[in-house]
């Protein structure tokens, strides 16, 4: 039988992604745009530089290993392991929720060694925007720097939260509190969502109180609908949850309407399964793209090796892109018109 202890809940989190398929059924959407070639590039290929600069640091692409776990020794190894390789290959690193920091004193070491392997990248810090309802800004400013993170990602994830044996329940107040904490924390605020997409409405609503800095997180990749279903003892709610199983919306077609927007910094995150989804993703218009599910699923199957594999893919997948594109660098690749509908 599953406890709903926060400790236990991130392990059966790990558990059943690696032994149930929690994949979505439906795609991120990628597929149905293609990058304009140019047969004429007039370029040379080593002459591309991928570097992005994101919260003071150069990185050698614009990608963060996102999320995953934390709070556990399972998860104080595996976050050392992944920023290590996300320290070598200079990519962002996302620590998973750091609730339990406030919780248990002791845990904070499983978040904050991080920084001994990641000392020359952003380390991005996550809390639930729940949890800004149960602890003052005060609390919250300790934890950040205890921890030593250069951003705060407020996560938001109501239909995960209402599937979740002793999910939180109550959303009333987190807009407000995310408005008031972005205006005094003393790091960047990212708003994220966890896999169901977060929707054009709440970016510009939130983008109006200087909040910058949006993870979109769309539909397929994990699809967190199917993990708390095979956490539910009541076969009711097992079903109710597999209602939802394909519920979100795409992450390529959310990305197209957010980078629309202009003035905001968009994370493409969900479904980033492949070097071309990435590069796809970066020529819509993201800053940087996230992966969690994809990396977690090469490091089950074949450990660190497997990982600085798929980040070197990545990488030369990208270089690539912009090359037979014709264009000299991220920003021209970002803001030219060199990717349609297909």
């Known amino acids: 039988m599953f406890e709903n202890s926060i400790k236990n809940r991130k392990i059966e989190h790990l558990q059943i992604f690696k032994d149930e398929n929690v994949q979505f059924a439906k795609s991120a959407g990628f597929e149905n745009f293609q990058l304009l070639h140019n047969s004429l590039p007039e370029l040379n290929f080593d002459d591309i530089d991928l570097s992005q600069v994101f919260l003071e640091y150069t990185l050698s692409m614009p990608f963060i290993i996102s999320a995953i776990t934390g709070g556990m020794e399972s998860g104080k190894r595996l976050n050392l392991i992944l920023s290590e390789i996300a320290n070598k290959h200079k990519v962002g690193f996302a620590l998973g929720s750091m609730r339990p920091c406030f919780e248990n004193q002791m845990a904070i070491k499983s978040f904050s060694i991080v920084k ?72 960047p605020i990212i708003v994220k969502e966890v896999g169901f997409g977060l929707p054009i409405k709440n970016i510009l609503d939130l983008s109006k109180h200087g909040i910058k800095w949006f993870d979109i ?83 089950n199957a074949g450990g660190s090796k497997a990982v600085e594999k798929l980040l070197d893919i990545y990488y030369q997948t990208l270089k690539v892109a912009i090359f037979i594109t014709g264009c000299e660098n991220l920003d021209k690749f970002r803001k030219t018109n060199i990717i349609e509908r297909c």
Not at 128 to 141: F, K, M, P, T, V
Not at 151 to 156: E, F, P, S
Not at 162 to 171: A, E, I, N, R, S
Not at 250 to 270: Q, R
């Open 116 to 187: 001994h392997t990641a000392f020359d990248i952003p380390v991005i810090g996550n809390l639930g925007g729940q949890q800004l309802l149960d602890y003052s800004i005060n609390q919250i400013e300790d934890v950040i720097k205890e921890v030593g993170v250069d951003a705060l990602a407020i996560h938001l994830n109501p239909l995960q939260e209402v599937l979740q044996p002793g999910g939180d329940k109550k959303f009333v107040g987190i807009r407000d509190k995310i408005i008031e904490i972005a205006e005094v924390l003393s790091k």
């Open 217 to 299: 997180a769309g539909a397929g990749g994990t699809s967190w609908a199917k993990i708390e279903k095979y956490r539910n003892r009541s076969e009711i709610d097992f079903h109710v949850a597999q209602e939802y199983d394909e519920f979100g919306i795409p992450t390529a077609e959310l990305l197209e309407k957010a980078t629309e927007i202009g003035f905001v910094n968009i994370i493409a995150s969900g479904g980033i399964n492949c070097g071309l989804d990435f590069a796809k993703a970066i020529g819509l218009g993201a800053m940087l793209c996230g992966s969690a599910g994809k990396i977690l699923k090469e490091f």
